[in-house]
Each structure stands twice: as structure tokens, then as C-alpha cells.
């Protein structure tokens, strides 16, 4: 599978985003991208920095104008295109919503964001309603897509139930960055944590992992706080956790990306966690906490 990675900064005209973002898909499509993954919320500034009811105005309906748009660009191309999306789906009802679209352009599955952070910046619970798809992987003409988006990448559950669901590559849309009020080492650990915990979903699944997060500095609107400095980082990992490609912490960047999911057959063969997995004993997992 050749992935192609697009790391974007992204301004407050929206409509200038997209075009940016379609222009970058034909460049790496021209390189052989056969599929390409877009940053979370990637229209518009990540305005959850905020509780702010204006934003609900940049919601739409899926399918919708964006839909139209992207699933244009996916056409054009010819490749099968991973987006992030501000899902409306009824007044007062709304979600963060990955949607994939096939070569043809048509809509073949969409994912809505599970687990909802609310941390100081992050407002996100305030906006999104938690997802209620499931963790189910999305079939496309290059591969089965085990598409989820940002918090939901710092939980082991979710990626498994994406592989135990037949799930070929784990691709998480991201926005997550720097608060300014942290110490320089403590934004470093935050940021390899990050790096850190899905690589292992890589290697406890045997799957590979493909991380696009934005990048550049967001200022808070309110002012309550200094903004957000997006690490970048964007990453994709074989399956054993290796690195083969990362952008940089505060560039733009466009890749396109070799993975070799037939590898994976081969990884499982050597370390076989599927087979020896011990269901009958993991019923506790339901539980908030142990005794």
C-alpha cells in the first residue's frame, strides 16, 4: 500500500484549506499515492480550544457540501481518500467524524470518534457527541481500513477490537499539540508517550499504524490561555512498531509512504498474541475499575 501523508497548517479560511488540501492530494497522487490520510478537523483552525455555540455553525450533514467536495478530489485522483469531519446530524446533535471515500468518489464508510477528551484546551465534550458506530473497519479497493481519530489512538481496547475486526492498518486523523504552560522536557514526554503507546498497538496487533496530526501554532480565541502549538510528528509504524516515515515537529510536510501489509501475515506467525489471547479471563475489562 503506498500512503500518502498530508501534515497541513491550517488557516481560518476554510474554503482555502480545501483547496490547499486538494491540490496536495494531486500532487502525491502524481507520486503514486493509492490512498491518502488528512489531519483531524482538517477544514477549519481546531476551534475546540473554546465553548463557543457560534461553532456549531461550522458543522454539516453528512453527505453534505464537504462530502461533495472531497469525495470530487478522491474521483479526480483516483485513490481512496481518509478525511475528518464536522458531522451534524441533527439540530443539537454532533460528531467528530472520520469519512472514507473510494476511488470513485463515493462515500464507503465513515467512523465516528468514540472516546471524547475534555481537557483544558479541549474542549471537545462540549461539541461531540461520543460515537456510536462501533469499532468496525471500513473495506476499501486497497486494503481494510481500521480507521479511527485522535484521543481514541491512546487506547489499547480500540485497536484491538479494530484488528479482532479484521482491521489491515490502524489510521488515526490527529490534532494534539503543545500547551505553552509546560515545561520544555514535559512536552517532550507527551510527545514520545504519544508516539509511544500506538507504535505498541502496531506491535501488540501486528498491524501497521499511520498517525497525520496538524502543525503550526492556534491561538486561544478567548485569550484564557496561549494557544496551542500542534507537535506535528505525523508517523506511520510497521507492523513491529518500526518507524518508517516522520515528519517534522513544526514543518508542512506531503509524503508518500511504502507499507507492506503482507508483512503482517509473517509477524503473527512469529508472535502469535491473537492465538494465545485468554477471552475466557477478560471479562473484568467491562468493569470502570477492579475491586
Same mark, same amino acid.
Given at each position: 500500500?503506498?500512503?500518502?501523508?498530508?501534515?497541513?497548517? =491550517?488557516?481560518?479560511?476554510?474554503?482555502?484549506?480545501?483547496?490547499?488540501?486538494?491540490? #496536495?492530494?494531486?500532487?502525491?497522487?502524481?507520486?503514486?499515492?493509492?490512498?491518502?490520510?488528512?489531519?483531524?478537523?482538517?477544514?477549519?483552525?481546531?476551534?475546540?480550544?473554546?465553548?463557543? =455555540?457560534?461553532?456549531?455553525?461550522?458543522?454539516?450533514?453528512? %453527505?453534505?457540501?464537504?462530502?461533495?467536495?472531497?469525495?470530487?478530489?478522491?474521483?479526480?485522483?483516483?485513490?481512496?481518500?481518509?478525511?475528518?469531519?464536522?458531522?451534524?446530524?441533527?439540530?443539537?446533535? !454532533?460528531?467528530?467524524?472520520? =469519512?472514507?471515500?473510494?476511488?470513485?468518489?463515493?462515500?464507503?464508510?465513515?467512523?465516528?470518534?468514540? +472516546?471524547?477528551?475534555?481537557? %483544558?484546551?479541549?474542549?471537545?465534550?462540549?461539541?461531540?457527541?461520543?460515537?456510536?458506530?462501533?469499532? +468496525?473497519?471500513?473495506?476499501?479497493?486497497?486494503?481494510?481500513?481500521?480507521?479511527?481519530?485522535?484521543?481514541?489512538?491512546?487506547?489499547?481496547?480500540?485497536?484491538?477490537?479494530?484488528?479482532?475486526?479484521?482491521?489491515?492498518?490502524?489510521? !488515526?486523523?490527529?490534532?494534539?499539540?503543545?500547551?505553552?504552560?509546560?515545561?520544555?522536557?514535559?512536552?517532550?514526554?507527551?510527545?514520545?508517550?504519544?508516539?509511544?503507546?500506538?507504535?505498541?498497538?502496531?506491535?501488540?496487533?501486528?498491524?501497521?499504524?499511520?498517525?497525520?496530526?496538524?502543525?503550526?501554532?492556534?491561538? #486561544?480565541?478567548?485569550?484564557?490561555?496561549?494557544?496551542?502549538?500542534?507537535?506535528?510528528?505525523?508517523?506511520?509504524?510497521?507492523?513491529?512498531?518500526?518507524?518508517?516515515?516522520?515528519?517534522? =515537529?513544526?514543518?508542512?510536510?506531503?509524503?508518500?509512504?511504502?507499507?507492506?501489509? +503482507? +508483512?503482517?501475515?509473517?509477524?503473527?506467525?512469529?508472535?502469535?498474541?491473537?492465538?494465545?489471547?485468554?477471552?475466557?479471563? !477478560?471479562?473484568?475489562?467491562?468493569?470502570?475499575?477492579?475491586?
Amino acid at each position: 500500500m503506498r500512503i500518502g501523508i498530508i501534515q497541513q497548517c =491550517v488557516s481560518s479560511d476554510v474554503e482555502a484549506n480545501k483547496r490547499m488540501l486538494a491540490s #496536495d492530494v494531486e500532487c502525491l497522487a502524481k507520486q503514486g499515492a493509492e490512498i491518502v490520510v488528512l489531519q483531524e478537523l482538517h477544514n477549519t483552525r481546531y476551534f475546540c480550544q473554546t465553548e463557543d =455555540v457560534k461553532n456549531f455553525d461550522l458543522a454539516e450533514p453528512i %453527505p453534505g457540501p464537504s462530502t461533495d467536495f472531497f469525495g470530487d478530489v478522491a474521483r479526480r485522483n483516483a485513490i481512496v481518500l481518509v478525511t475528518s469531519l464536522f458531522e451534524r446530524r441533527a439540530p443539537g446533535l !454532533y460528531h467528530n467524524t472520520a =469519512v472514507v471515500f473510494e476511488k470513485d468518489g463515493s462515500i464507503v464508510g465513515k467512523y465516528r470518534k468514540m +472516546h471524547i477528551p475534555d481537557d %483544558p484546551a479541549y474542549y471537545e465534550k462540549f461539541y461531540f457527541t461520543p460515537g456510536d458506530l462501533g469499532f +468496525h473497519p471500513i473495506k476499501t479497493s486497497v486494503g481494510v481500513l481500521g480507521v479511527m481519530v485522535c484521543w481514541d489512538q491512546w487506547y489499547p481496547e480500540a485497536a484491538r477490537l479494530m484488528a479482532l475486526e479484521g482491521a489491515e492498518i490502524l489510521i !488515526y486523523p490527529t490534532a494534539i499539540g503543545f500547551e505553552s504552560s509546560d515545561a520544555s522536557d514535559e512536552q517532550m514526554r507527551q510527545r514520545d508517550a504519544w508516539q509511544t503507546v500506538q507504535r505498541g498497538h502496531a506491535v501488540a496487533n501486528g498491524i501497521p499504524v499511520v498517525a497525520v496530526n496538524r502543525v503550526g501554532y492556534e491561538p #486561544d480565541p478567548s485569550g484564557q490561555t496561549n494557544g496551542i502549538s500542534f507537535w506535528g510528528s505525523s508517523f506511520v509504524a510497521g507492523s513491529q512498531g518500526e518507524i518508517l516515515w516522520q515528519g517534522s =515537529v513544526e514543518s508542512v510536510e506531503q509524503a508518500v509512504v511504502d507499507v507492506d501489509l +503482507h +508483512h503482517a501475515e509473517v509477524v503473527r506467525r512469529w508472535w502469535p498474541f491473537l492465538r494465545d489471547r485468554r477471552i475466557d479471563e !477478560y471479562s473484568d475489562l467491562l468493569k470502570r475499575f477492579g475491586k
